[in-house]
């Protein structure tokens, strides 16, 4: 699975040492991820205003500034499915951490053993929840489950995110959603990606969805796209 995983202390040295545990439960599990340097609280705001791609925070309490607590608090506000796992160098903190439904607290100095344990239930939570992207509209922000996504389109520079039952624009470029999607995403058009398991199948210059919408398909990404739906069924089809 494909992860985004953001890390934030105002100690550097922090970052660097929980960042490189990430990184090897991530290879050990056979996961990829991005994992994402903040050395402040309004640092990771300024960046979650524009993306709000998160999937776990490392976040340690005790920052100038805006405290770890108050930062998930705003976090929450408007993100439940994020998962929380604060860093802190003192128990005393711990309250106040499940307090704004921190997954789980680990004290300093962190074990690669017990971090790689919490690590594996954000991962399954993510998977019973189910994984979002936050989109800004013109009005709000919304949560969009990534499994409802059937395609995303580009047109006079913006960006249509389309729905089993609805459309939203936002200004994201598509190369940025292609990042935030992950796996079960194909790029099929310069303008287009396609939710590999809404295909029902595809001609030489087309990607028709179960529900009777199509998109193009250019000439040149056409093996691409057929090598990636036939692996995305290749556990339930066989072909002949």
């Given at each position: 699975m494909n992860y985004k995983i953001a890390v934030c202390d105002d100690e550097a040295?922090?970052?660097?040492?929980?960042?490189?545990?990430?990184?090897?439960w991530a290879e050990c599990r056979g996961n990829r991820v991005c994992i994402r340097p903040?050395?402040?609280?309004?640092?990771?705001?300024?960046?979650?205003?524009?993306?709000?791609?998160?999937?776990?925070?490392?976040?340690d309490i005790e920052m100038w500034g805006i405290n770890g607590v108050e930062l998930a608090k705003r976090l929450r506000e408007e993100n439940d499915a994020l998962q929380i796992i604060f860093i802190?160098?003192?128990?005393?903190?711990?309250?106040?951490?499940?307090?704004?439904?921190?997954l789980h607290y680990l004290l300093k100095p962190v074990s690669g053993e017990k971090l790689n344990q919490v690590l594996d239930r954000a991962e399954k939570n993510l998977g019973r929840k189910g994984r979002a992207v936050f989109l800004r509209t013109a009005k709000?922000?919304?949560?969009?489950?990534?499994?409802?996504?059937?395609?995303?389109e580009v047109f006079s520079h913006k960006l249509m995110v389309h729905t089993l039952h609805d459309a939203y624009e936002t200004k994201l470029s598509i190369t940025g959603m292609e990042e935030m999607l992950g796996e079960g995403f194909v790029r099929c058009h310069r303008s287009y990606?396609?939710?590999?398991?809404?295909?029902?199948?595809?001609?030489?210059?087309?990607?028709?969805?179960?529900?009777?919408?199509?998109?193009?398909?250019?000439?040149n990404a056409y093996e691409g796209v057929n090598q990636a739906f036939i692996a995305y069924y290749k556990e339930d089809v066989r072909i002949v």
């Amino acid at each position: 699975m494909n992860y985004k995983i953001a890390v934030c202390d105002d100690e550097a040295e922090q970052v660097e040492y929980l960042a490189a545990l990430a990184g090897d439960w991530a290879e050990c599990r056979g996961n990829r991820v991005c994992i994402r340097p903040f050395y402040s609280a309004e640092e990771f705001l300024f960046h979650y205003e524009e993306e709000k791609d998160c999937d776990i925070l490392l976040l340690d309490i005790e920052m100038w500034g805006i405290n770890g607590v108050e930062l998930a608090k705003r976090l929450r506000e408007e993100n439940d499915a994020l998962q929380i796992i604060f860093i802190t160098g003192y128990p005393d903190f711990i309250a106040d951490g499940y307090e704004v439904g921190a997954l789980h607290y680990l004290l300093k100095p962190v074990s690669g053993e017990k971090l790689n344990q919490v690590l594996d239930r954000a991962e399954k939570n993510l998977g019973r929840k189910g994984r979002a992207v936050f989109l800004r509209t013109a009005k709000e922000v919304r949560r969009i489950p990534v499994d409802s996504i059937v395609y995303v389109e580009v047109f006079s520079h913006k960006l249509m995110v389309h729905t089993l039952h609805d459309a939203y624009e936002t200004k994201l470029s598509i190369t940025g959603m292609e990042e935030m999607l992950g796996e079960g995403f194909v790029r099929c058009h310069r303008s287009y990606l396609a939710g590999i398991s809404f295909i029902d199948h595809i001609t030489k210059n087309t990607v028709v969805f179960d529900d009777g919408r199509t998109i193009p398909l250019a000439r040149n990404a056409y093996e691409g796209v057929n090598q990636a739906f036939i692996a995305y069924y290749k556990e339930d089809v066989r072909i002949v």
